[in-house]
């Protein structure tokens, strides 16, 4: 079984920063693509910003020069790190992760549970 679960949300105020946490655990072989998404009511889910197991990133026009994702593998745990945050930020951010559980096996996706974000004076 694997399991990805995320934290860091909150309330925070305009302007502010938020570092949300995803830790991968449980039957993992290697952890390929892992990306962060967000959904906020009435709207359809989207992918924030990405970062491949080489380290590639990319992002969100609307996050672009705010947000920063990164990760460490020895820890299987992804960061978002998010600044300048603004009240369409508000959202909840789930984690996402392409992994093999065995040399033998191909890449499953899996998702985090989400954490809240809330921009708000």
């Known amino acids: 079984q694997v399991q990805l679960v995320e934290s860091g949300g909150g309330l925070v105020q305009p302007g502010g920063s938020l570092r949300l946490s995803c830790v991968a655990s449980?039957?993992?072989?290697?952890?390929?693509?892992m990306g962060w998404h967000r959904q906020a009511p009435g709207k359809q889910r989207e992918l924030v910003a990405s970062?491949?197991?080489?380290?590639?990133?990319d992002y969100a026009d609307s996050v672009k020069a705010r947000f920063t994702v990164s990760r460490d593998d020895a820890k299987n745990t992804m960061y978002l790190q998010m600044n300048s945050l603004k009240p369409e930020d508000t959202a909840v951010y789930y984690c996402?992760?392409?992994?093999?559980?065995?040399?033998?096996?191909?890449?499953?996706?899996?998702w985090g549970q989400g954490t809240q974000v809330t921009v708000s004076s």
């Open positions: 996402k992760a392409g992994i093999r559980t065995s040399y033998f096996t191909g890449r499953r996706e899996y």
């Open positions: 449980g039957s993992i072989f290697r952890v390929n693509a």
């Open positions: 970062i491949t197991s080489d380290g590639r990133t």
